[in-house]
């Protein structure tokens, strides 16, 4: 009597299932693999030059790409056709991320239920194990795990011009896909074992996703994405469980699952929400400067050119942060060259970084000018000392006195090392530098330091 009512539930349900799915088996999932090139490629196929628009042609509108019907998408046919050549190769590596992105997650999350985790022998995505057990049944092998044959494809793209150095793109990624997903879950049940297979196909998707790119000068030339969703994502596709009847077929089934994604990916993915993928340390973006230098560049003396029938045409050129240069003005026909000129130049990191001088003769004859010598200036001296709290020893950095005195002058003589080795007399033979910087003094607010280089 007491089992009555419980297996009379049971079989009331399954049948309740089975019936459903027949009845609404119409209400099929979207097909987003409907709409294809074919009258796309064949020049036989002409626009009529007026229509009427069917019931069927408005049904399919939501199923065609963007660039169909919003004239600001632009159409990738190319790299739609790239992503169908490469998507055989794509599917066996997307796969293995995917299970080895899952293993840990779902192996964490059932540890963490040990009375879980008493009752699961193991979860299976297709013949991969997630739990790493030994199998006992011989069809698992036979189990699918693939993302089928049919790519997924941009649906057009809209793209934002920014003053900012970055991309925006407006994308909808569409997938009328033929995947099949085999799950099994491997139930411990006292002396019995029960295998529970889930068989998901047939995925259909459509995300509105925009990306922001972070464009930097340095190779990749991105420094990072920015992914979010514009608006919810639509999701459809046959579930089947115990090789049931579909049961996304069931009234409400679909849209309780869209409205369960929605409700976890609104607070992750759902714009303004969004999740950002660095591709270069700090997205390429360099670190706060710590300081900046003030350089005064007076004269050079008895400077030696590689031209010994006529004087030079010297200028010089300072570098701190690589690739970010600045020139001198040139001085012509003088080996004691008068410059009088002033630079300010920016400092990440004073441990680090140096300043780095370069005497030229400007030559207009040739591709290149001479390099006469180089001289650097250092903002900080490393050392060797023995850190107090392991006994080893530990590199440390001490800043110059000019560096940790900001708005303080400092006066040096630099002789000036002749390219590719050796010293060449008589040339720059004093440098005068000043450190001076008070903060806001240079630069909005950055503690300025300042470099007074004078030859004599």
């Known amino acids: 009597m007491v089992f009555g009512p419980l297996i009379g539930a049971g079989l009331g349900a399954l049948a309740g299932v089975g019936i459903g ?6 209400d099929r999932p979207k097909d987003f693999n409907f709409i294809t090139e074919t009258a796309d490629r064949n020049d036989n196929i002409r626009t009529p030059a007026c229509a009427n628009v069917t019931d069927e042609m408005r049904n399919m509108i939501p199923l065609t790409p963007e660039w169909t019907f919003w004239p600001d998408y632009d159409r990738w046919v190319m790299i739609n056709r790239v992503i169908r050549l490469m998507w055989p190769k794509l599917t066996s590596a997307i796969l293995l991320e995917v299970v080895k992105a899952v293993k840990p997650i779902v192996q964490q999350n059932l540890f963490a239920l040990p009375s879980v985790l008493s009752l699961i022998d193991d979860i299976t995505l297709g013949p991969y194990s997630i739990m790493d057990a030994d199998h ?3 069809h698992i092998a036979d189990k699918y795990f ?12 809209k793209v934002y011009s920014t003053a900012e150095d970055t991309c925006i793109m407006e994308m909808p990624l569409i997938w009328g896909s033929n995947a099949v997903f085999d799950v099994q879950v491997y139930l411990r049940l006292g002396p019995a074992r029960v295998v529970v297979p889930i068989h998901l196909s047939q995925i259909q998707y459509k995300a509105l996703v925009r990306v922001v790119l972070n464009m930097v000068d340095t190779i990749p030339c991105i ?43 609104k607070d992750v993915l759902l714009y303004p929400n969004s999740v950002s993928v660095p591709l270069m340390t700090n997205f390429g973006v360099p670190p706060e400067p ?25 200028y010089v050129v300072f570098e701190i942060r690589e690739g970010r240069v600045q020139r001198s003005k040139i001085v012509k026909s003088n080996n004691n060259p008068v410059f009088n000129e002033e630079f300010f130049m920016v400092v990440d990191d004073f441990e680090q970084q140096r300043l780095s001088i370069k005497v030229y003769d400007y030559d207009r004859l040739r591709p290149t000018d001479d390099l006469l010598g180089t001289a650097e200036v250092f903002f900080s001296q490393e050392a060797i000392e023995t850190d107090p709290v392991t006994g080893g020893e530990k590199v440390v950095y001490h800043l110059a006195d000019w560096i940790r005195s900001p708005m303080q ?4 003589a630099l002789p000036l090392h002749i390219a590719g080795g050796g010293l060449l007399n ?7 530098q000043t450190a001076m910087g008070a903060a806001g003094a240079v630069s909005g607010g950055l503690a300025g330091r300042s470099v007074n280089l004078l030859n004599h």
């Open 21 to 26: 799915s027949a009845v609404f088996s119409g």
């Open 136 to 138: 006992l049944d011989p």
């Open 146 to 157: 693939t993302l089928g044959d049919h790519p997924i494809r941009v649906a057009g793209m």
């Open 223 to 265: 420094g990072g994405a920015t992914l979010s969703l514009l608006a919810p994502l639509h999701f459809d596709a046959k579930l089947r469980v115990f090789n049931g009847p579909d049961v996304m077929a069931l009234p409400g089934v679909k849209q309780a699952a869209n409205w369960a994604m929605g409700l976890v990916l």
């Open 290 to 314: 710590q300081g900046m230098v003030k350089i005064t560049l007076t004269r050079i003396e008895d400077l030696k050119t590689t031209d010994l029938l006529t004087k030079g045409d010297p």
């Open 409 to 412: 002058q400092k006066k040096l």
């Open 426 to 432: 008589a040339v720059g033979k004093g440098i005068t």
